[in-house]
């Protein structure tokens, strides 16, 4: 049996569906990763032979207000789930982020680069990834740019935007990879069926700025938005933003034999999806 934490959000909900009858899903009524007790009943009675934790506090401009619960949730939290997944001797599987690089490197990041976070979301789920590895049979998951059909995300908000307004001003300065959930999620359950352990990255083939991405939206929808650009800096936000931190999957394919789609080919299929449903 495979345990979702953090099955109700947008990637776990994916995770669940994909994985079938084998899955069982817990979130924050049932978990609470925060506390090592609630973590430690929770596992060593459901006894499942891998966790994967899709639990985060992921608002990462409130991570700079709120360092305590982005560390308790993100670092802390994963501490507790390696403690006990050892405990019991079944594997953990941990979501990261492209945002434990500074995105200086200039091009795309692999798996043995050093991180560098620029910002306290990106610290805390580098401390995650060094609790996760507390469990020997760990594995870590490097994503980026997550959009779903279950929660809020980049797409959704253009789209409500590009019925409103004829004009929109999106970020072009920082490049990445949009991913699609349901790609993640076949990703993570090829690594665990090949026994991978360490860390890799997956991501949608490909990359893109945010301004690029938005454009590539409207012109699959069919919306007639003129997206301009704009700077990070202009945006000031107040957490930085990696400016390049595209990801190399290499090591996902060549381990695996699972190639994910292209980021384009991949928001085709969501709209459409979207559009069917």
């Keep these: 049996m495979i345990l979702v934490v953090g099955a109700d959000g947008m990637l776990g909900r994916d995770l669940m569906s994909l994985v079938g009858d084998s899955a069982r899903g817990v979130d924050i ?33 409130g991570c700079e207000s709120d360092v305590e619960k982005a560390m308790q949730v993100n670092g802390e939290g994963v501490a507790h789930l390696a403690m006990a997944t050892r405990e019991i001797g079944a594997r953990l599987v941990h979501v990261s982020t492209d945002y434990v690089f500074d995105g200086a490197k200039g091009s795309p990041y692999q798996e043995d680069d050093s991180p560098h976070p620029l910002n306290v979301y990106g610290e805390s789920k580098l401390a995650g990834e060094m609790n996760a590895a507390f469990n020997p049979e760990h594995l870590i998951v490097r994503t980026q740019w997550l959009y779903g059909h279950h929660g809020k995300n980049f797409v959704e908000t253009m789209l409500a935007l590009g019925a409103e307004k004829s004009q929109l001003t999106v970020v072009d300065d920082q490049i990445g990879s949009p991913t699609w959930t349901i790609d993640l999620a076949s990703a993570v359950m090829a690594l665990l069926k090949n026994g991978c352990r360490g860390v890799y990255h997956a991501a949608n083939q490909g990359f893109c700025s945010w301004n690029g991405f938005a454009t590539a939206i409207f012109e699959e929808s069919g919306f007639p938005v003129r997206v301009a650009p704009m700077t990070t800096e202009q945006l000031n936000r107040p957490a930085r933003r990696p400016l390049y931190s595209t990801l190399d999957c290499s090591k996902l394919i060549r381990d695996t034999g699972f190639c994910p789609q292209s980021w384009r080919e991949a928001l085709k299929h969501y709209l459409a999806q979207r559009k069917g449903a």
């Excluded at 506390?35 to 006894?47: G, M, N, P």
């Excluded at 032979?49 to 401009?61: H, K, L, M, R």
Aim: with cysteine.
């Design 29 to 61: 009524g049932e978990i609470d990763i925060t506390d090592l007790e609630s973590t430690t009943r929770v596992i060593t009675t459901l006894k499942p032979e891998a966790v994967v934790n899709c639990a985060a506090y992921t608002d990462v401009d």
